[in-house]
């Protein structure tokens, strides 16, 4: 396949250097993404260590089940990105769309479950900031959903990003001649985003929820 | 162009004050429109666009100090009043520090140079490339709106609880300002990382790379790790504010220093953000003015990647009277002291490139000089506030100004200027005036000196920091400061002069002015837009000057 | 491509597996070993995604040095904070 099919353009010289480097950037992103939300991290555990007892208290009252559930809807929509990753490399188009269409789904289904949970905290007067009547039984427990908020934000944030581009791509593979598996590196790509924002809730759900 | 020729006009290459045909073709002229420029994605216009704006902000910075300078010559606040003072300081370090240090060297002539120094064709991404400029235009407008509505009196470090609850500056859109540059530093960082990986040419291996190559890949590293810290930690001030969603509330049991620790995290690596392509800078300097292969290549090379990697260890110094515990302070001030052994490697090396080198005393190297001097200075007094039982003492006072401001002003910005005076004839294709060169050079070490070092003594008899009302048995010495500042104004605006000169009427550089080795001088100067006609294959070591011999014939 | 899949599926079994598992652990009393055996599932479960989904086994060596910088310098953001809020109160 000449490398103008396969789109390679300055500086590079072979199709290969340049998914090289193009896998690269990729991981040198992600890895600022863990440091973005290291920070995060940072204050859960300063939190963790100085207000020990109370921040277990504050998790108990997350709804353990939603966030469980939104953790098999995330960890399911990284096996389809994979499958859909997967399907790039060997040119079968409607399993590989098929798989990005089903990660976003879940997505938007995790979404879902995440305002649920909102609501029912809002109702509960537990969702803090923007002026809203929340009480909470401590200054810790504040923290500790001040903390929460702003992390499931955040990564929601991430996730919406990521939904849009996994549906974006879906409808260029499906509708347009993108050619695969010529340019699989963006399937690639893409799908090593969706993950990292997996990754992410692998860790704050355990260490929002499950605190104890 | 040795110091022994004072008249160039005689130099091969100097083909009259026209524009020579290297101009002609060069990347300077391909394309006039203002869309060639815009939306650029070449390197080395790119690397002229970022030149234009943080010299731009080097000067508005600069206004802020004329202001802390002259508010300065009198004990008491006359010139401002104490919200102008801290919105004035804190306006002189968000500038200089994001908008000026960090990018410098990097956008400029890391942008320019690495992909000539290591054979390729353009940075890998070169798009993102781009959009990087953009994004550090975005922050700087939004830095600007601040400064036109007010300022912020936080300081440039945005401690909490004043940032996140009390002040009343314009704080979020200062904090989004940096936020959004972040992201510039950050691609920039991205890019220079896989270009190095990806794009050498065949032969350029990393025992072959310019040290100027090694710096900035281990600046990168720093780029991309500590910058996040920054973004989160911004946001989470900002998220305070507007939201009302806040994790360092006291009252509620959150703890300042969950902030600082935080913004140092990144702030500290910052410093070496600052430094490290100045340090690459510098290797090259030397090297080129010995006319002698580096000493100790690997050790050189080896200490940029030490730094960016003990630099990330080291940031609690700054908290060491904050309420940290004592163990982790300790813990600290030993990795601070750790941290500056391979910067001491570089000096030594440095140091022994000279000995027995034939050195020209031209511009560039009398920068060189400069900052070994002024690093060295900065570097051992840096030693000196790693110790918690001196820092005690000095922490918040002028001796802490004075030490960052040696190396960030005396390092950094001497390098900046080196580089500027060493690779101009490369970037413009024009040759400049030598005696002019040097009289700037030695006048920004006057300058500087004057300004800076009585600061050490201020700071040491225990005037704070950031307090324009002081003692005034301490007047003396902070108007030889300011006299000193006035100095290195004049010297800073000296080169305008004389380069913008050179643009017009100086003649043509050759491809190789400086007669060095290095691939960027293997190309006409400026360059072509695409850099090399065909991708170089390189053979020989880096810095391969023919080195005498014992009894290799007398001087 | 389908033992390729397979293997996904397989993975995303254990990861599912492990979810339980810490859920169900979240529910003894383990005190203080409560949040290492969250935290070393969590980073089984991460290291399954990264090195399967993610594909690292098949990526190139500077690839897999780029993804343990992140897990080092992100260890190096905890671990220094943590000692000196922990330490704060001894002595």
Known sequence: MPDEALHVHEPYQTAAQQ?????????????????????????????????????????????????????????????????????????????????????????????????????????????????????????????FMNLYLIATGLHAFHLAVGIVLLLSLAARVLWTSFPLPERSITVTLFGLYWHLVDVIWIFLFPVLYLAR | MTSERADYADLPGAAGYGESEAIQKSYLRAGHTLRSWFLTTDHKRIAILYLISVTFFFFVGGAAAALIRADLLTPQGDLLSNEGYNRAFTLHGVIMVWFFLIPSIPTTFGNFLIPLMIGARDLAFPRLNLLSWYIYVLGGLCTIYVLISGGVDTGWTFYTPLSSMFSNGHVVMAATAVFIVGFSSILTGLNFIVTVHKLRCPGMSWGRLPLFVWSHYATSVILVLATPVLSITLALIAAERVFQLGIFDPALGGDPLLYQHLFWFYSHPAVYIMVLPALGVISELITAAARKPIFGYWFVAGSSIAIALLAFLVWGHHMFVAGQSMYASEIF??????????????????????????ISLDPPFLFAMGFVGLFVVGGLTGLILAMVAIDVHVHDTYFVVAHFHYIMVGGTVSAFFGALHYWWPKITGRLYNLVWGRVTAVLIFVGFNLTFFPQFILGYLGMPRRYHVYDPHLQVLNDMSSSGAAILAVAYLIPFVYLFYSLRYSPAAPANPWDVTGLEWTVPSPPPKHNFDEIPVVTTKPYNYPVEQKGDGDA | MSAHIRLMVAVWLGLLLL??????????????LSPLASTGIAAAKAALVVWFFMHLRQDSGIIRLVALAAVVWIAILLTLPWIDFSSRHWL
């Open chain 2, 333 to 358: 001030s030993f990795l601070s002291l750790a941290v500056a052994v391979p910067s001491g490697i570089k000096v030594y090396n440095w140091t022994a490139t000279l000995y027995k080198g034939h």
């Open chain 1, 19 to 143: 998914a090289e480097a193009d896998t690269m950037g990729m991981y040198v992103f992600l890895a600022t993404e863990v440091m973005l939300f290291g920070g995060l991290f940072a204050a859960a555990l300063m939190l963790r260590t100085v207000h020990h007892d109370e921040v277990i208290a504050a998790s108990r009252q997350l709804h353990i089940w939603i966030g469980t559930a939104n953790t098999v809807l995330l960890l399911t929509s990284s096996l389809f990105v994979a499958t859909a990753v997967v399907a790039a490399r060997t040119g079968t188009r409607r399993l590989c769309a098929g798989g990005l269409i089903g990660g976003a789904v879940l997505g938007l289904c995790f979404m879902a479950l995440k305002a649920v949970e909102y609501y029912s905290e809002y109702r509960e007067g537990h969702l803090p900031g923007f002026g809203l009547p929340a009480h909470f039984s401590n200054g810790a427990e504040h923290l």
């Open chain 3, 19 to 32: 979810l339980a598992l810490t859920v169900g652990l979240s529910f003894l009393p383990l005190g203080d």
